[in-house]
């Protein structure tokens, strides 16, 4: 399977623990993005990379949220004290560039107690 | 600021039945507009895009979309839906000039398919 890969698919963890995704895109692809979904709304952008550069972090983005894609392939999206009001689906998209439609991984869902 | 409006929350249709999903979107130039489906715990399949040119797309599953500007809509059309058909179905716009990619999605239509 050649699409965007994200890990891992579940998560659940408890109020103040930090948490840790992962995102391959797809081989070749520059950008990379993440966006946050909560239960009856649409995907929310969070921030997106061009190669290793993180070119837009969203106000969603708060101090607690730190992505990384440090050589310009997978990307890792990481939570600190996490709060019950994280609990999402965190979706990963990449796309080969500006221009172009963004391909979508299955998303991690992550649960806080 | 874009931002993309659909109306209806929910829409139940008969298996073989016509569907007409609506999206209006705000966005200060010409726009790039998607149709994505999700179906549930899944992540987002992308079904037609429109960029420029021809304002009536084809997408994938039998989907169509028509653009028009002057009612700032990109709604989503199926002839004859099928059961699995069934899903989430989300409208996003996004920029098109760079440093500003993010895609800005509607609250999604749930579409239930009745035999």
């Known amino acids: 399977d050649t699409g965007v890969s994200q890990n891992p698919r579940h998560k659940i963890t408890k109020r103040g623990q930090n948490v840790t995704f992962r995102c391959d895109p797809i081989?070749?692809?520059?950008?990379l993005y993440w966006y946050r979904q909560t239960l009856g709304q649409g995907p929310e952008f969070l921030t997106y990379f061009q190669n290793e550069a993180q070119l837009e972090k969203s106000r969603l983005l708060s101090d607690r949220f730190s992505a990384e894609r440090p050589k310009g392939s997978f990307s890792t999206l990481e939570i600190q004290r996490t709060e019950q009001g994280d609990s999402a689906m965190y979706l990963c998209a990449s796309s080969p560039g500006q221009g172009h439609e963004q391909y979508f991984g299955p998303g991690t869902r992550l649960t806080v107690t | 600021a874009q931002s993309v409006t659909q109306p209806d929350i929910h829409i139940t249709v008969s298996e073989g039945a016509s569907l007409e999903l609506r999206c209006n979107y705000s966005?200060?130039?010409?726009?790039?507009l998607f149709w994505y489906v999700q179906s549930p715990g899944q992540g987002l399949q992308l079904l037609l895009k429109y960029f420029s040119g021809d304002t009536l797309v084809q997408g994938i599953k039998g989907f169509e979309a028509e653009f028009k500007r002057s009612q700032s809509s990109f709604n989503l059309r199926k002839p004859s839906v099928h059961w699995s058909d069934a899903a989430e179905y989300f409208c996003?716009?996004?920029?098109?000039?760079?440093?500003?990619?993010?895609?800005?999605f509607g609250t999604g239509t749930r579409l239930t398919i009745i035999p």
């Open positions: 966005y200060g130039a010409t726009p790039y």
């Open positions: 081989s070749e692809h520059n950008r």
């Open positions: 996003a716009v996004g920029a098109q000039f760079f440093g500003n990619e993010k895609l800005t």
